[in-house]
């Protein structure tokens, strides 16, 4: 089997540079949970104004009145600096250093570099990446970064609060070394943003590399159980495999691209089996045995789809062929006894439901259809003795008549 594909319900254990280029379509967040974005929190206005003095110099208020104003004013300022982005208390952002306005902020399939230094909460420095750069909304990054990160200004400096759902979530991470359950502390200054390459008028080199770059991140995904994720990565791999080509392209780079292809659509397959998303599952593996008709493990994940819908014959099948290329495969094998067993039941269970369809016999009923049958066959016997005894006379008669 080709390497860096899922075997068996895992991934290869790939950690995946953040990638800089345009995938271009599909993003995560249109594929993964729902949010729903709160309304930016406007200051409150004092409309009771102190009058304002005249030319002759008015009534002042006193030092001590301003300093108790500015006292009881000052935690609400502090609180509504920060900005529950999601509602839920678990992904905060705040304003350390303004940006250059909100007609600055990056947009989603947009290439952005930030400056990033990532702590958790006791103040422990996790690591720090002056240029980083991702494509935003395609799930290169933590979460809590693609959630913030585009409703940031050019130049704007913010801290953010995630929680570890938005984070490295329950596994932590071991690079960088974050504890499970970790909520970070993010710093980050949004440095730059621009417009994804133009696909079609990639080089198949730079595009090869961009689409193992997504797969990879969706790799990342799938040993995290983020199956709707990692889904999300690998569809976008496959819009760049599958994007037509204005430069040209060598018949080894074809290939690659094909394989990449092939590679995408498996761990897909795998990763819709996780979120028992069978139909789509089947369309992915039927798309690989159409470029790849002996593709082993679109074959297996096949048979496994089939036999999950209950199509125990047409399963067996696949999973025979399989078996024939790979003979000394156990997960092959294990399965495919499992199936023929489940199958010998279910035909099984099927001609004892026919038997009661159409009536069981009861004991005494057959010996009645036998006692029947035996008083038929005696008659049958009795009438046909006389009928030969009579003819026998008949006969007797007619020769003496003769003599």
């Not at 999601?86 to 250059?100: C, H, I, P």
């Not at 909460?121 to 959630?147: H, I, K, M, R, Y």
């Not at 159409?290 to 679109?298: F, G, L, R, S, W």
């Amino acid at each position: 089997m080709a390497d860096g594909e899922i075997v068996n319900g895992s991934a290869d254990n790939l950690e995946v540079a953040p990638s800089g280029e345009k995938s271009g379509r599909a993003s995560l967040l249109d594929s993964g949970e729902d949010f729903t974005m709160l309304d930016d929190v406007e200051d409150d206005v004092d409309d009771d104004l102190p009058p304002l003095e005249d030319a002759g110099g008015g009534k002042k208020k006193d030092s001590a009145t301003k300093d108790t104003t500015k006292a009881d004013q000052t935690p609400a300022t502090e609180l509504e600096e920060w900005q529950d982005i999601l509602g839920n208390g678990q992904l905060r952002k705040k304003v350390v250093e303004a940006g250059a306005g909100p007609e600055s902020r990056p947009q989603r399939g947009q290439n952005v570099t930030i400056h990033l230094k990532t702590t958790l909460t006791d103040g422990t420095v996790v690591e720090e990446l002056p240029n980083l750069s991702f494509t935003l909304g395609d799930g290169d990054v933590l979460q809590a970064l693609d959630l913030t990160v585009q409703l940031m200004e050019m130049g704007e400096k913010a801290l953010i609060e995630a929680g570890a759902k938005y984070a490295y979530g329950a596994l932590g991470s071991s690079a960088p070394a974050v504890p499970p359950g970790s909520d970070l502390i993010l710093e980050v200054q949004l440095l730059s943003a621009d417009d994804a390459p133009d696909l079609e008028l990639m080089p198949p080199s730079e595009r090869i590399s961009l689409a193992n770059r997504k797969r990879e991140r969706g790799n990342v995904h799938y040993q995290r159980a983020d199956y709707a994720f990692a889904i999300n990565s690998y569809g976008i791999a496959l819009q760049i495999t599958e994007a037509t080509f204005r430069v040209d392209i060598s018949q080894q780079e074809e290939e690659e691209l094909l394989d990449m292809k092939v590679k995408c659509l498996n761990n897909m397959a795998a990763a819709q089996l996780k979120l028992d998303h069978y139909e789509a599952a089947l369309r992915s593996c039927v798309s690989v045995l159409e470029h790849q008709p002996d593709n082993v493990k679109a074959l297996f994940r096949k048979g496994k789809v089939l036999a999950l819908q209950g199509e125990f014959a047409e399963a067996i099948q696949t999973l025979k062929r399989a078996l024939k290329l790979e003979p000394s495969n156990k997960t092959i094998h294990a399965e495919l006894s499992k199936l023929v067993k489940k199958h010998s039941e279910q035909k099984g269970a099927e001609q004892a439901m026919y038997k009661k369809m159409l009536g069981n016999p009861t004991n005494a009923d057959v010996q009645k259809h036998h006692a029947k049958s035996s008083w038929s066959l005696s008659w049958k016997w009795l009438f046909g003795a006389t009928a030969v005894a009579i003819g026998g006379v008949a006969l007797s008669v007619v020769i003496a008549a003769r003599n």
